[in-house]
Protein backbone atom coordinates (compact mmCIF):
# COMPACT_ATOMS: atom_id res chain seq x y z
CA UNK A 1 0.00 0.00 0.00
CA UNK A 2 3.11 2.82 0.03
CA UNK A 3 2.70 5.94 0.84
CA UNK A 4 0.23 8.77 -0.86
CA UNK A 5 1.60 12.41 -0.61
CA UNK A 6 -1.18 13.91 1.59
CA UNK A 7 -3.58 16.59 0.17
CA UNK A 8 -1.90 19.95 1.84
CA UNK A 9 -3.12 22.75 -0.79
CA UNK A 10 -0.44 24.63 -2.40
CA UNK A 11 2.34 26.76 -1.60
CA UNK A 12 3.36 24.27 1.42
CA UNK A 13 7.09 25.78 2.47
CA UNK A 14 7.98 22.51 3.87
CA UNK A 15 7.21 20.38 0.51
CA UNK A 16 10.88 18.68 0.69
CA UNK A 17 9.15 16.56 3.58
CA UNK A 18 5.98 14.40 3.93
CA UNK A 19 3.31 15.54 6.42
CA UNK A 20 4.08 11.89 8.79
CA UNK A 21 7.81 12.64 8.70
CA UNK A 22 7.13 16.56 9.61
CA UNK A 23 5.10 14.92 12.45
CA UNK A 24 7.57 12.97 13.68
CA UNK A 25 10.57 15.55 13.29
CA UNK A 26 8.59 17.85 15.72
CA UNK A 27 8.59 14.85 18.24
CA UNK A 28 12.31 15.46 18.82
CA UNK A 29 12.25 19.09 18.54
CA UNK A 30 10.25 19.11 21.56
CA UNK A 31 12.25 16.33 23.23
CA UNK A 32 15.67 18.44 21.94
CA UNK A 33 13.44 21.25 24.03
CA UNK A 34 13.10 19.67 26.75
CA UNK A 35 16.61 18.33 27.17
CA UNK A 36 18.33 22.47 27.02
CA UNK A 37 14.91 23.54 29.28
CA UNK A 38 16.16 20.82 31.61
CA UNK A 39 20.19 21.09 31.51
CA UNK A 40 21.87 21.94 35.27
CA UNK A 41 23.71 25.16 34.66
CA UNK A 42 24.07 24.96 31.53
CA UNK A 43 26.60 27.60 28.71
CA UNK A 44 25.30 31.06 28.29
CA UNK A 45 24.31 29.85 24.65
CA UNK A 46 21.94 27.19 25.60
CA UNK A 47 19.02 29.49 26.75
CA UNK A 48 18.77 31.43 23.46
CA UNK A 49 18.85 27.97 21.32
CA UNK A 50 16.15 26.64 23.87
CA UNK A 51 14.07 30.30 23.09
CA UNK A 52 14.62 29.53 19.13
CA UNK A 53 14.13 26.19 19.07
CA UNK A 54 10.92 26.81 20.67
CA UNK A 55 9.61 29.48 18.47
CA UNK A 56 10.63 27.54 15.52
CA UNK A 57 8.72 24.28 17.29
CA UNK A 58 5.51 26.75 17.37
CA UNK A 59 5.47 27.44 13.64
CA UNK A 60 6.20 23.80 12.70
CA UNK A 61 3.09 23.35 15.04
CA UNK A 62 1.11 25.29 13.26
CA UNK A 63 2.00 24.75 10.17
CA UNK A 64 1.41 21.02 10.64
CA UNK A 65 -1.96 22.22 11.95
CA UNK A 66 -3.09 23.04 8.97
CA UNK A 67 -1.42 20.49 6.91
CA UNK A 68 -3.77 17.85 8.73
CA UNK A 69 -6.92 20.21 8.53
CA UNK A 70 -6.32 19.85 5.12
CA UNK A 71 -6.12 16.23 4.72
CA UNK A 72 -9.23 13.49 5.38
CA UNK A 73 -8.04 12.36 8.33
CA UNK A 74 -10.44 11.70 11.57
CA UNK A 75 -11.52 14.95 13.02
CA UNK A 76 -9.71 13.59 16.50
CA UNK A 77 -6.28 13.88 15.21
CA UNK A 78 -6.83 17.33 13.38
CA UNK A 79 -8.50 18.41 17.48
CA UNK A 80 -5.44 16.94 19.44
CA UNK A 81 -2.75 18.69 16.29
CA UNK A 82 -4.56 22.11 16.80
CA UNK A 83 -4.56 21.62 20.63
CA UNK A 84 -0.48 20.90 20.46
CA UNK A 85 -0.31 23.91 18.71
CA UNK A 86 -2.23 26.06 21.08
CA UNK A 87 -0.31 24.32 24.31
CA UNK A 88 2.84 25.65 22.69
CA UNK A 89 1.38 29.27 22.23
CA UNK A 90 1.21 28.74 26.06
CA UNK A 91 4.45 27.37 26.09
CA UNK A 92 5.59 30.10 24.26
CA UNK A 93 3.90 33.00 26.62
CA UNK A 94 5.19 31.10 30.00
CA UNK A 95 8.53 31.10 28.69
CA UNK A 96 8.19 34.58 28.14
CA UNK A 97 7.61 34.88 31.80
CA UNK A 98 10.47 32.61 32.50
CA UNK A 99 12.49 34.49 30.63
CA UNK A 100 12.30 37.74 32.64
CA UNK A 101 11.88 36.02 36.25
CA UNK A 102 8.57 36.68 36.92
CA UNK A 103 7.17 35.30 39.85
CA UNK A 104 10.80 35.01 41.34
CA UNK A 105 10.14 36.98 44.54
CA UNK A 106 6.69 36.18 44.90
CA UNK A 107 6.29 33.13 47.63
CA UNK A 108 3.02 31.26 47.16
CA UNK A 109 2.98 30.93 51.06
CA UNK A 110 0.58 27.63 51.24
CA UNK A 111 3.05 25.57 49.31
CA UNK A 112 6.26 27.48 50.25
CA UNK A 113 7.11 27.89 46.21
CA UNK A 114 7.55 31.24 44.65
CA UNK A 115 5.22 31.79 41.55
CA UNK A 116 8.41 31.37 39.14
CA UNK A 117 8.55 27.89 40.20
CA UNK A 118 4.88 27.30 39.84
CA UNK A 119 4.87 28.80 36.43
CA UNK A 120 8.13 26.54 35.39
CA UNK A 121 6.24 23.42 36.79
CA UNK A 122 3.27 24.36 34.38
CA UNK A 123 5.78 24.76 31.48
CA UNK A 124 7.36 21.78 32.02
CA UNK A 125 3.96 19.99 32.56
CA UNK A 126 2.64 20.97 29.06
CA UNK A 127 6.04 20.17 27.51
CA UNK A 128 5.10 16.80 28.25
CA UNK A 129 2.03 17.35 27.22
CA UNK A 130 2.22 18.44 24.00
CA UNK A 131 5.06 15.63 23.36
CA UNK A 132 2.60 12.98 24.39
CA UNK A 133 0.20 14.54 22.06
CA UNK A 134 2.56 14.91 19.35
CA UNK A 135 3.62 11.16 19.10
CA UNK A 136 -0.84 10.80 19.03
CA UNK A 137 -1.04 12.68 16.34
CA UNK A 138 1.97 11.01 14.47
CA UNK A 139 1.04 7.87 15.26
CA UNK A 140 -2.44 8.28 14.46
CA UNK A 141 -1.56 10.04 10.83
CA UNK A 142 0.57 7.63 9.98
CA UNK A 143 -1.45 4.61 10.63
CA UNK A 144 -4.55 6.36 8.69
CA UNK A 145 -2.58 7.37 5.89
CA UNK A 146 -1.06 4.07 5.38
CA UNK A 147 -4.77 2.49 5.58
CA UNK A 148 -3.62 0.35 8.53
CA UNK A 149 -6.76 0.45 10.65
CA UNK A 150 -8.69 -1.17 7.52
CA UNK A 151 -7.04 -4.04 7.91
CA UNK A 152 -7.68 -6.25 11.40
CA UNK A 153 -5.29 -8.47 13.08
CA UNK A 154 -5.84 -11.92 14.74
CA UNK A 155 -5.93 -11.70 18.99
CA UNK A 156 -2.28 -12.48 20.07
CA UNK A 157 -0.41 -12.61 17.10
CA UNK A 158 1.74 -9.30 15.97
CA UNK A 159 2.23 -9.09 12.01
CA UNK A 160 5.65 -7.78 10.91
CA UNK A 161 4.94 -4.53 9.13
CA UNK A 162 3.79 -4.78 5.48
CA UNK A 163 6.69 -4.89 2.77
CA UNK A 164 5.04 -1.17 1.22
CA UNK A 165 6.41 0.54 4.39
Known sequence: MGRTPATTGEGDEFDSMQLWGKLYLVIWAVFVEFLLGTWPAPPAYVPYLHLALG???ILILYVTAEQLRQTRVPARVKRIARASFALSVLMG???LLLWFNVGSRWTLPWVGYSVYQAILVIHIANALAIITQLAAVA????MWEDH???KET????VPPPSPAN
Open 154 to 157: EPGK
Open 93 to 95: FLG
Open 148 to 150: EFE
Open 55 to 57: LLI
Open 139 to 142: IAYD
